[in-house]
């Protein structure tokens, strides 16, 4: 029963140490690209900019999230207690820029 | 009557070692993720703040635009990209570091765990050096504003900014201490594969803290 709920609770499979680098490696570009992305005028004043942004650092954390918290390994009710509220919270911050949106400055 | 004694004392001490809930997980693992969750929503809404008040300062200085006071006096944007790009990386590689901490406690005593790589001391204490130069960098950072002229007080920036990035300092803080902590206990008694639990708690709000950070980076460094 122990060897069990050990098994299902902790004794899971995760990322091995060439993956933890290869995982590094990726976020370590990743973050290069978006400062590059800063520096280029033409690029920051076109459409593109933003959501390039927005898409690179959601990779970014669901990677994160995905190998280094073993959230793609791990049992599915942590999933859950982690992707249920992110959702509110995501959703939240997305009303709140559009409510905000229409208010006049000053 | 010994018997008895020692089934007490067996039970007891299974009791202290498994703390397992009726879904068969570790209690500690899911009230670390109910945690994490909450946490999602407490930076949800700062960084909704922050959002909201974007572009509305009426005075400077601003992130990314230069202004000149009515006094005459000329501001650069305060924002300092290679220096806030710097700290990201040294986070990002903390959170390298942490996995690799969790990976040799977990394999301790196993083939391939061997020397400095599979030394849970010194990955925890290269994870927490990171931390602390984080917080060396949003030192400096938060210095060079405050000298450059804004604080918390001089616009809706300066205080959804500094609100924003302090508490996730502070959350950068409270990690490295409990990294401190886990340090400080595999040196007086050694941290093996029983205790990967505890490490793993640890290591997830190290992550988050992480994950946290890509979003503010992103967000209000980067989108002008």
Known sequence: MTTDRAHADHAHEHPTWKQYKWVALWLTLITVAEVWAYYIPAFVASKAFVPTLLIMSAVKFTVVVMFYMHLKYDHKLFRALFTGPLVIAVCTLIAFVFLFAYVPVG | MASAAATASGAHEAHEHHHYTTTGLDHRKIAIWAFIGSECMLFASLISTYLVYKGRSVVGPFPHEAWTSPAGQVFKPILDIPVTSASTFVLLMSSLFMVLALAAVEGKGKPGYEGVLGSSKFWLLATALAGVTFLGFQAYEFTSF?????????????????????????????????????????????????????????????????????AIFTLVYLIK
């Open chain 2, 146 to 214: 405050v000298h450059e002229g804004l604080t918390i007080r001089t616009n809706l920036f300066g205080t959804s900014f500094f609100t924003l990035t302090g508490f996730h300092g502070t959350h950068v803080a409270v990690g490295v201490l409990w990294l401190m902590t886990l340090l400080f206990i595999d040196m007086k008694r050694g941290l093996g594969p029983r205790d990967a639990i505890i490490v793993d708690i640890c290591a997830l709000y190290w992550h988050f803290v992480d994950v946290v950070w890509i």
